[in-house]
């Protein structure tokens, strides 16, 4: 993929407040070629007053008719998304880790955006067994059809990096995936969050056209310092 070709742009960002969105959110106010970066979240970004290039909008995703002639951008960026066990149930996982990307995405197409960056996960698949892969297949599926001019997909493996939370399958993961990392195949070796957010900060400023899916060796390749 060629290097940062893009003018000035303004960027949607949704999950600017979670692991990856946050370091999207600084390599985003880091560059240049970002005119505007508008964050829709559902609680205001902490220390968000002081980027004056940053347009932090605290919203109800439950209630897009009230947010939804907010997202004219260029690019827009999703990096949202929950587990089942903070959303409760299977269901109200889907309405944010579907639900909530698709409204956003068919809103942004609407406004004007020419490329729309997904962060998804490794073994998204709609014809999976698993929920959480099928749910996240049927999502790249669904912004894939919608008829953006580009689309881009990352499709990370565990992610590593400090989250203020504590979730038990992760840490396991995350001290395995270290120990073991010389026996384990680059693309499902965890990466870290700051990684996923420079390929996806990359890949926005290289705008190329037409769509792809970046897996995880992919994605710690393009991200690399
Ligand atoms: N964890 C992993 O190892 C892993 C691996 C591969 C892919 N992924 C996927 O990568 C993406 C980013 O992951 P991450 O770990 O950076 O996520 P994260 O830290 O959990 O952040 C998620 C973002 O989504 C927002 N969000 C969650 N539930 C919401 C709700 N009900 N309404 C509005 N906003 C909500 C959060 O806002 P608040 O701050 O307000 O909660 C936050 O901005 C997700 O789609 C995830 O599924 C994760």
């Given at each position: 993929?060629?290097?940062?070709?893009?003018?000035?742009?303004?960027?949607?960002l949704?999950?600017?407040?979670?692991?990856?969105?946050?370091?999207?959110?600084?390599?985003?106010?880091?560059?240049?070629?970002?005119?505007?970066?508008?964050?829709?979240?559902?609680?205001?970004?902490?220390?968000?007053?002081?980027?004056?290039?940053?347009?932090?909008?605290?919203?109800?995703?439950?209630?897009?008719?009230?947010?939804?002639d907010?997202?004219?951008?260029?690019q827009?960026?999703?990096?949202?998304?929950?587990?089942i066990?903070?959303?409760?149930?299977?269901?109200?996982?889907?309405?944010?880790?579907?639900?909530?990307?698709?409204?956003?995405?068919?809103?942004?197409?609407?406004a004007?955006?020419?490329?729309?960056?997904?962060?998804?996960?490794?073994g998204?698949?709609?014809?999976?067994?698993?929920?959480?892969?099928?749910?996240k297949?049927?999502?790249?599926?669904?912004?894939?059809?919608?008829?953006?001019?580009?689309?881009?997909?990352?499709?990370?493996s565990l992610?590593?990096?400090?989250r203020?939370?504590?979730?038990?399958?992760?840490?396991?993961?995350?001290?395995?995936?270290?120990?073991?990392?010389?026996a384990?195949?680059?693309?499902?070796?965890?990466?870290?969050?700051?990684?996923?957010?420079?390929?996806?900060?990359?890949?926005?400023?290289?705008?190329?056209?037409?769509?792809?899916?970046?897996?995880?060796?992919?994605?710690?390749?393009?991200?690399?310092?």
């Amino acid at each position: 993929m060629s290097r940062p070709s893009v003018e000035k742009r303004t960027v949607l960002l949704v999950g600017a407040t979670g692991l990856v969105g946050g370091h999207i959110l600084r390599l985003l106010l880091e560059d240049e070629t970002c005119d505007r970066v508008i964050a829709l979240t559902r609680s205001a970004i902490a220390g968000g007053e002081d980027f004056s290039r940053l347009d932090n909008r605290v919203v109800d995703f439950e209630r897009p008719l009230e947010w939804l002639d907010q997202v004219a951008a260029d690019q827009a960026i999703c990096a949202l998304g929950t587990t089942i066990k903070k959303a409760g149930s299977r269901e109200a996982f889907r309405r944010v880790d579907f639900g909530y990307p698709l409204t956003i995405a068919r809103a942004a197409l609407n406004a004007g955006c020419r490329h729309f960056l997904l962060v998804s996960a490794m073994g998204a698949d709609a014809n999976s067994r698993i929920f959480y892969n099928r749910i996240k297949g049927e999502l790249e599926a669904a912004i894939l059809a919608l008829g953006f001019t580009r689309v881009s997909i990352f499709r990370p493996s565990l992610l590593l990096g400090d989250r203020r939370e504590f979730r038990a399958g992760e840490v396991v993961g995350q001290v395995l995936g270290r120990w073991l990392a010389f026996a384990i195949p680059k693309r499902y070796r965890p990466v870290h969050a700051r990684t996923v957010a420079a390929a996806v900060v990359r890949t926005a400023a290289a705008d190329a056209s037409g769509n792809r899916v970046l897996d995880s060796d992919a994605i710690a390749e393009w991200g690399a310092d």
